[in-house]
Structures are given as C-alpha cells and as structure tokens.
C-alpha cells in the first residue's frame, strides 16, 4: 500500500525567505508525485507533478520540487515567499496504473509573516 | 470551462435527514471522484467512478453514504440519515486519463447538528 508523510504539520517563515516542504512517500511500484495547494474555503490546486523523466519538476507561482528515489521524498521548495503563499500544502502520490487512485497527505500549513 | 461545479456551498442539516451533494464534472473528463475532509482525517477518497461506472468504493464509509453518475456531466453524493460525524469538507474531482493531476470544485461544507 501507498503512504505519504509530510514531516511538518506548520511552517512559519518570513517573507521573501527560502522555504522547503517535506514530503516522503512509501510505496512498492512506481509513483507519480504531486503537490496541491489549498487557499482558504477553497478546493486544492494542483502546484506541480512528477511523472518522469527530469527530477526537478517546476510549478506555478514559482515553487519547485525534486524527486529522490533513493530517500523516497519529494520535497517543495521556493526561493522567496509572499504573503500570498499562506495556505495548506499537500503532497500526494498516485499509481502510475489504470484508476489513478491518489492518496494525500495530512498537509503542511504554510504562514508566511510580514 | 467553468471547471468542475459543486452544489450547494454550504449545507446545515439536522441529523436524521437525507443530504444529497450534487458535481458537474469538467466535460471530456472520464474519471470522477468523491473525497471528505475532515482536521482529525484528512483527505479520504470515498468513491471513484471512470466512464460513469463506479470503480472502487472501498472508502464509503458505511451503508448511509451512496454515490451515482447517471451520466458523463453530473454525480451525486448521498448520505442518509445523516449523522453529526458526517460533518466535513466533501469535494468533487476530475481528471482525464493521460492528463494526470485532479481538477478539484469548492467544496460543499455540510454541518449535521
């Protein structure tokens, strides 16, 4: 069975400083990885995905993320937040198979301070 | 595209009563999912369907919740009776087969008192 762990529960971080989101997954097949971003009374986004190929996968609103095989992780990261990254973070992961079942993890909120 | 359509918003319920949550997929996306979320569980997947057929509703969680798609364009999510432990966030979401990465609606906050 899949898993996914989101070391983190809350991140609080100032503006314009670097953060890092931290995501490990557990899973005997191969994966596809993503993160999803939740504002306020809203359903999730999705910021980025990792299917194949490169391991740095780029997002929306400039966040990036880097698969790790080895450490299975997929960590987000962006080099200067705005006050408008407040929100919830997810990290999932899917089976790359038929059904596309994707399983989420239990979030990371992000509070970005002035 | 309006993107997928979740109805209503809100919904506040007493407990015992049926509660019906209504989704509009996005159109040409062939595989729709129900997902809760609650703080003490997170996201759960209840139930999903590909080309309207239900595939897997191994996380329905009792007998009191049942979904349908009767067709390509709408699915809906039933509880009945209800219970105040049904409370939570219930969203909608969509994805095509090779697009992979859910398109998810705004959710419909149901409060069972």
């Known amino acids: 069975a899949q898993s996914v762990t989101q070391l983190d529960s809350q991140v609080p971080v100032f503006e314009e400083a670097p953060v890092e989101l931290r995501c490990n997954y557990s899973?005997?097949?191969?994966?596809?990885l993503f993160w999803y971003v939740q504002y306020p009374n809203q359903g999730l986004q999705l910021l980025l995905k990792y299917l194949s190929g490169s391991t740095l996968v780029k997002g929306i609103n400039g966040f990036e993320a880097e698969f790790n095989k080895s450490q299975t992780s997929f960590h987000l990261r962006k080099p200067s937040v705005h006050i408008s990254d407040t929100a919830e973070y997810f990290c999932?992961?899917?089976?790359?198979?038929?059904?596309?079942?994707?399983?989420f993890g239990a979030g990371t909120r992000l509070f970005v301070k002035a | 595209d309006a993107g997928v359509i979740q109805s209503p918003r809100h919904e506040v319920t007493e407990m015992g009563q049926e509660v019906t949550l209504r989704c509009k997929p996005i159109?040409?996306?062939?595989?729709l999912f129900w997902y809760r979320q609650t703080m003490m569980r997170g996201l759960e997947l209840l139930i999903y369907?590909?080309?309207?057929?239900?595939?897997?509703d191994s996380g329905m969680p009792e007998d009191r919740f049942s979904a349908k798609m009767p067709n390509a364009s709408f699915s809906t999510l039933k509880i009945q009776p209800s219970e105040p432990r049904d409370s939570a966030v219930y969203f909608c979401a969509t994805h095509t087969g090779t697009n992979y990465g859910y398109t998810f609606g705004s959710g419909t906050r149901l409060t069972v008192v």
């Open positions: 369907f590909n080309n309207n057929v239900p595939i897997d």
């Open positions: 999932a992961v899917s089976l790359n198979t038929g059904g596309f079942k994707t399983i």
């Open positions: 159109s040409g996306h062939d595989y």
């Open positions: 899973s005997s097949v191969s994966v596809y």
